[in-house]
């Protein structure tokens, strides 16, 4: 049973930022002055669950693909769009690809350059450590940071209200 105020039957596709939301809100910096970034495993494992229920996975960040890209393609996430400056105009292309509905939609954004997206979905959640106004624009706030499993908690709550967690032999394979 979920705990989120929303038909989540109607979902078919997530769209996720990264920074703060995938990965900490704090990133290394190593002596090139590259980030790296820390991602969650379950948060990983959540995301091929998701993807092999037939629930689209969409990456949209103002941030650099640098490494984070081959994880989530290595996971089966193939729309990934980085650099993204003002994502609103790329999640409202992507629904008309995908011929996607904004109620079938959930957003997890933790920060203000989320907020038009978040309000353009059905489902808008956030991580617990997101900003006040992430936190407020939410239907759903994950009781997890970001980086440290919210990602894995609105994903499995979907695939439970979809009868679709943990019920079958693939569940159990990498």
């Not at 999640?91 to 904004?102: C, D, F, G, K, T």
């Amino acid at each position: 049973m979920s705990g989120i105020a929303y038909d989540l039957n109607k979902i078919k596709a997530v769209a996720f930022d990264v920074d703060g939301v995938l990965s900490p809100t704090v990133i290394p910096i190593d002596e090139n002055g590259h980030p790296a970034r820390m991602m969650n495993v379950k948060d990983g494992y959540a995301l091929l669950q998701a993807i092999r229920n037939g629930i689209k996975i969409v990456i949209i960040s103002g941030g650099s693909p640098d490494r984070v890209e081959k994880r989530f393609a290595s996971l089966g996430v193939k729309d990934q769009y980085y650099n993204t400056a003002h994502k609103l105009p790329v999640l409202r292309e992507w629904m008309v690809r995908e011929n996607i509905s904004p109620e079938e939609i959930a957003y997890m954004g933790d920060d203000i350059p989320d907020l038009q997206c978040m309000r353009e979905v059905g489902l808008p959640c956030s991580p617990y450590d997101a900003s006040y106004e992430a936190r407020e624009t939410s239907l759903y706030v994950s009781r997890f940071n970001g980086g440290y499993g919210c990602v894995r908690d609105i994903l499995e709550q979907i695939l439970r209200a979809k009868g679709v967690w943990n019920v079958s032999e693939k569940d159990f394979i990498w």
